[in-house]
């Protein structure tokens, strides 16, 4: 059975990846097996200082993304993240620049106006 779809994480480096410093987070994935990466998984838990930080997130798939960008983004909502935006990049989108400005459009739109 595919790691993925187990939810299991991949050992990754560094351990600890502090985003305290930064105002928002994009975090993307490809899809394995209708779920985001092991390493993706480990990443979301190496967080620190993601507690009240915006986040946009993406995933990229052949197909359909099926439950992905939910998952990351339950994952991020447990981890105290305010989610504001999650992007489906299919192959064929990837193609598209529309679809990609949705992503840019996504992040620029949060942008704090002093």
Request: hydrophobic share 40%; with cysteine; aromatic share 4%.
């Amino acid at each position: 059975m595919p790691r993925a779809l187990l939810r299991h994480k991949a050992d990754i480096e560094p351990e600890v990846i502090d985003v305290s410093g930064y105002d928002a987070i994009i975090i993307g994935s490809p899809v394995w097996a209708g779920n985001p990466t092991p390493a993706i998984n480990a990443a979301v838990d190496a967080l620190q200082g993601i507690e009240g930080k915006t986040v946009f997130i993406y995933c990229t798939s052949r197909g359909s993304p099926q439950k992905t960008l939910e998952k990351i983004k339950a994952m991020l909502a447990e981890r105290g993240a305010d989610v504001r935006g999650c992007v489906s990049l299919t192959e064929s989108d990837v193609q598209n620049s529309a679809k990609i400005e949705s992503l840019v459009d996504l992040v620029r739109g949060s942008e704090k106006k002093d």
